[in-house]
C-alpha cells in the first residue's frame, strides 16, 4: 500500500487497489474523493523528527531562546520536543524539571499541584509558562522552505519527579498549532503533519543567537 496524508478530521487516507475497497455490507457505490477547506490563515507545513536518545524529536526546538541547555555538571543537551499520545493536559504541553531548570522557565507562583501520571510513572506537575517556544517546520512550494513556528507564553504543566530534560506535546497542543494534524513515517522518517497559522511563521534569520 501506498500512503498518503490527507489533512482532514484526523484520518489517514491510504492508496490500495480499486478491486480489494469495498463498504461494510458489500456497496459497491464509489467512496468520494477526499476534500479539504482552504483556509488563508493557515499554511501546510511539517516538523521534520530526529532520533536522540531513543526518542523521535524535533529537528529544531528552542526554548526561551535556547537551543540548549547546561546541567549543573556542566553537560550540555540539545532541547528535545516530542509528540506524545498520552498528553491530554489543558495546553497539551508537559515539560520536566530539567528542561525547567535548563531553559529558565516560569513556574507560577503559588499554583496548585496535581497528581497524574507522568513521563515514566505517577508523577506531581504544578502549572508554568514557556515565554517562547519555537519549532522548525518545511512549509512552502514543494514544502522546501524552512521556517520556525513561533508561540509566545505557552502554559504548560511541569512533571516535578522526572530529572531530564524533555518537552512533550499531545493532541491539544496539535489541534492548536497543528491543525488536522496526522504523525507519520515515511522513508526520510517520523514527521508531524499539519496546518500551521501564518502570524506564527517566521524565517529563521530571527532564530536567537546562541551563547557559545
Sequence with gaps: MEPRVSFGDKFLELTVPAGIVKRPGGSDARIPDVTGNADAKLAP?????????GLQ?????????????KTP?????PVNVAVSSITNVPSGVVVTL??????????????MAMG?????????????KIKELRLGVNTGPGM??????????????????????YMLIGQKFIDTYF???????????????????????????????QKP
Excluded at 524529536?57 to 541547555?69: D, H, I, M, S
Excluded at 488536522?180 to 543567537?209: F, Q, S
Aim: charged share 25%; net charge neutral; glycine share 14%.
Design 98 to 111: 530539567g528542561l525547567v531548570r535548563g531553559c529558565k522557565i516560569e513556574v507560577e507562583p503559588g499554583g
Design 179 to 209: 491543525a488536522d494534524g496526522i504523525y507519520a513515517a515515511d522513508a526520510n522518517g517520523w514527521k508531524l503533519h499539519g496546518r500551521a497559522p501564518t502570524e506564527l511563521l517566521m524565517e529563521i534569520k530571527t532564530r536567537p543567537k
Design 45 to 53: 507545513v511539517y516538523g521534520p523528527m530526529v532520533s536522540r536518545g
Design 116 to 128: 497524574a501520571t507522568g513521563v515514566e510513572a505517577k508523577s506531581e506537575f504544578v502549572p508554568g
Design 57 to 69: 524529536v524535533f529537528g529544531y526546538a528552542a526554548v526561551n531562546g535556547q537551543e540548549t541547555y
Design 73 to 77: 555538571d556542566g553537560k550540555v543537551f
Design 144 to 165: 522546501k522552505t524552512v521556517k520556525d513556528i513561533v508561540i509566545k507564553d505557552l502554559p504548560v504543566l511541569i512533571d516535578k519527579n522526572q530529572s531530564e530534560g
